[in-house]
């Protein structure tokens, strides 16, 4: 990205809220100029089911963030240059492709056309139809088995290998959120998985290098990312969520569906801790018509199951990928689901690691430590740093002047 | 492979929201105002270009015309074409691009009877100049040299003498002479021979604001009296604020010139006076309306009578000489075996006529 200032937007369209975060990049670092949130209506299971309705709510979230920090530094929508745009839903999938070659020097020194000739094997796996690459995670290098984290060119060895986790999904579903920002005039510049971008701000370069499972519970999905020696391993998302929660026990309770929210988050708790059957809880406690006592064990149960369920999904969908030996660093939990008492706790029971609710630095505004902004910061920072890796691989592609000075010229 | 960058960015306006499609609007009404603006900005540019060019052509075309054809003249006063045509003295082959409007102006300045010039170029071949004149007041003997012959000049109401040219010679027959008048002349700036000729070489005549007055006054309230007058002596103004006046039948009538409002009530006085001395008017040799004196509410002025005249049949009213307050006194003594002058006053009621 170039030097002058630009004014990006990190937007996350949730099934239960619309985020946003208005920063203004100046090549060296971003200032944060706004931050908003609208309740998020036409999403369900993060795809977008309500077109206007969506994108009413996106613009609303645009504006909440020019209003945040008041209005000489807000920031109007028509000012925003670049918008980073967070993708989830039920709809991604991912799976794993590998390419091999054989080291073509006769001293087996890895050449660039090599690794060039590696990747391209690694990435020719076809997707099916209708469905549309988001994102490829490069594993690390093998070299003849060595784990290679960098580029493994001038090094020796007879086999390299490089695989890749390729994230895709509906072409139709992806469009349409695209869609939701473009229709606003506003330049896509980035889709990143909301796992990813959560994983991103919640945990240290430490943890990833040592191995860490990032789990964003929202409304209507969880987004999930396995990080191993230091890069992005496994992303994806199961559309499973918190709203889950509050459906079953509306189902489970008879309850409306804003009295199970309220019940959720009044008296929620992942895992059951209540061991008396005839302890009760009022549903709203004002005493009015309509008011009554629930049992708070059920509620409980409720809850734990769902919860539990909700990390097995995730567990099976990560498979093999996942040990507990490969994720030292234990698991972390963000989104705004993570606020539920015990959760944790719940999530270590089935990953069998160290288990602990995300946090970002300090530093950030207090608003946005909240799990519900994670993605979105999560979101800004690595946008930005797709788009400096994305301009720095176009930079060393363009041939430089002394090159263009004395290339051949082309015979056609 | 497909990825969500092959997503073509484009949307239907249909499918924006409402303030991004006004949004968008309002930036292409912007846009089309800017290229109005520019596009007005070239018209005019062009415009602006165009007429410039074709005022440098007209102008071209008029530096390349015929010669001036006429000279227009407008003025408020007598001067007429033939005077302009030749104190202007333009060259026959002369276009209004070759003249000099400045030195024009001040050629036809010269000439002190013009107080104000005006020349204006209306293109192609038309000088049009607009004047104006100065009116005689009175007039003045004026000698150009010493031992040379006295020559009639004007005297306008600001003082200036000037030769005058044009004016009717009935008109100047009537207008007073001036006397009692000490001509300075002017500094090296006017001394041409054609300005100390017209006049133009002297200073302004001090108190000719007063005299126009008396004049003006005396000419409109008593017209007859007027006709009679001859010379007005400026000889006393300066140093008594007096005006002398000599008419056909009266050696001196005085005035005062202290306040120039009093020149209507002192010719009325006059007028009543002479009405009341229905003597012969050859008799009387001095009236002095500068000074007077209020006896029972009216004034009375001195009058003096030529040695030997005939004052019989002179209304008098006031106590006289023999101190009676009779209307007719039959014989009065001259003025000049007599010490103190004697005191008329009208019949009139003074109070109410002055």
Redesign the interface.
Do not use: G, S
């Given at each position: 990205m170039s030097s002058d200032p630009v004014t990006l937007a990190a937007v996350e369209i949730g099934s239960s809220k619309v985020a946003a975060i208005v920063a203004e990049y100046t090549g060296y670092g971003f200032t944060i100029k706004g931050w908003g949130e609208c309740q998020s209506q036409g999403v369900r299971k993060g795809c977008v089911i309500d077109y206007p309705a969506v994108t009413q709510c996106t613009q609303q979230a645009l504006e909440n963030a020019k209003r945040a920090t008041g209005g000489s530094s807000g920031v109007p929508v028509e000012q925003i240059d670049k918008v980073f745009l967070a993708q989830t839903g039920g709809h991604l999938d991912g799976f794993y492709n590998e390419g091999a070659r054989i080291v073509s020097a006769a001293d087996n020194m890895v050449s660039a056309e090599d690794i060039a000739e590696v990747r391209r094997l690694a990435k020719a796996k076809e997707l099916p139809e209708g469905r549309m690459l988001l994102e490829r995670l490069r594993h690390p290098f093998r070299l003849d088995g060595r784990l290679i984290k960098s580029s493994p060119e001038h090094l020796c060895g007879r086999r390299l290998e490089v695989g890749y986790w390729m994230v895709h999904g509906d072409e139709s579903r992806i469009s349409d959120s695209y869609h939701m920002i473009s229709n606003s005039q506003i330049e896509v510049a980035e889709m990143v998985l909301s796992g990813l971008a959560s994983g991103r701000v919640v945990t240290s370069q430490a943890e990833r290098e040592h191995g860490v499972l990032v789990i964003d519970i929202g409304g209507g999905t969880s987004d999930y990312a396995l990080y191993r020696d230091g890069l992005p391993y496994v992303a994806g998302a199961v559309a499973v969520g918190g709203g889950h929660l509050s459906n079953d026990l509306t189902i489970g309770l008879r309850l409306s569906t804003g009295q199970g929210d309220r019940v959720k988050l009044r008296h929620g708790r992942a895992i059951v801790q209540c061991r008396d059957k005839a302890q009760k809880v009022w549903l709203d406690g004002d005493l009015a018509i309509g008011d009554r006592q629930l049992p708070l064990l059920s509620i409980e149960k409720i809850l734990e199951a769902r919860v539990r369920e909700i990390f097995e999904v995730v567990k099976h969908k990560l498979g093999t990928a996942f040990s507990p030996e490969t994720c030292a660093a234990g698991v972390v939990l963000t989104g705004g689901t993570s606020k539920l008492p015990a959760i944790a706790e719940a999530a270590a029971a089935v990953f069998n690691t160290p288990v602990h609710i995300g946090q970002v630095s300090d530093g950030f505004p207090e608003p946005l430590q909240d799990p519900g902004f994670h993605t979105a910061l999560g979101l800004l920072q690595l946008g930005i740093e797709k788009q400096r890796a994305r301009e720095a691989a176009e930079r060393s592609q363009r041939p430089g002047f002394l090159r263009r000075l004395f290339a051949r010229p082309s015979r056609h | 492979?497909?990825?969500?960058r092959?997503?073509p960015?484009?949307?239907k306006p249909r499918?924006?929201?409402r303030?991004?499609r006004r949004?968008?609007w309002l930036r292409r009404l912007g846009w089309v105002g800017l290229a109005c603006g520019l596009a007005a900005l070239f018209v005019g540019a062009y415009a602006v270009a165009r007429m410039m060019a074709e005022g440098e052509l007209q102008l071209s075309r008029a530096s390349n015309a015929e010669p001036i054809s006429e000279v227009v003249l407008r003025t408020n006063g007598v001067l007429d074409q033939a005077w302009i045509v030749r104190r202007l003295a333009l060259p026959p082959e002369a276009t209004l691009l070759d003249l000099d409007l400045a030195a024009l102006r001040e050629r036809l300045l010269a000439d002190r009877q013009v107080i104000t010039v005006s020349l204006t170029r209306k293109f192609p071949t038309t000088l049009e100049v607009s004047l104006s004149e100065r009116a005689p007041v009175a007039r003045i003997n004026v000698r150009a040299s010493a031992g040379g012959p006295p020559r009639p000049q004007l005297v306008a109401r600001d003082g200036v003498v000037y030769a005058g040219s044009g004016y009717d010679a009935q008109l100047l027959g009537e207008l007073p002479w001036l006397g009692g008048v000490k001509l300075r002349r002017r500094a090296a700036g006017g001394e041409t021979r054609e300005g100390r000729e017209g006049g133009a070489g002297f200073e302004p005549i001090f108190g000719m604001a007063l005299v126009a007055e008396l004049l003006a006054t005396a000419r409109n309230e008593a017209p007859a009296l007027y006709k009679t007058w001859r010379v007005v002596s400026l000889a006393r103004l300066e140093s008594d604020a007096e005006i002398e006046v000599k008419t056909d039948s009266i050696d001196r009538i005085i005035f005062n010139a202290r306040e120039s409002a009093g020149f209507l009530r002192q010719i009325a006085q006059l007028d009543l006076l002479l009405d009341s001395v229905q003597a012969s008017p050859g008799a009387i040799s001095e009236i002095n309306l500068a000074i007077g004196r209020m006896v029972d509410g009216r004034i009375q002025v001195p009058v003096t009578f030529r040695e030997g005249a005939d004052s019989h049949g002179a209304r008098i009213e006031g106590p006289g000489r023999s101190g009676t307050s009779s209307i007719a006194v039959p014989a009065y003594p001259p003025v000049r075996s007599s010490p103190t002058p004697n005191f008329f006053h009208p019949t009139r009621p003074a109070a109410r006529e002055f």
């Open positions: - | 492979m497909r990825t969500w092959d997503i960015q484009n949307v499918a924006m929201p303030a991004v949004r968008l």
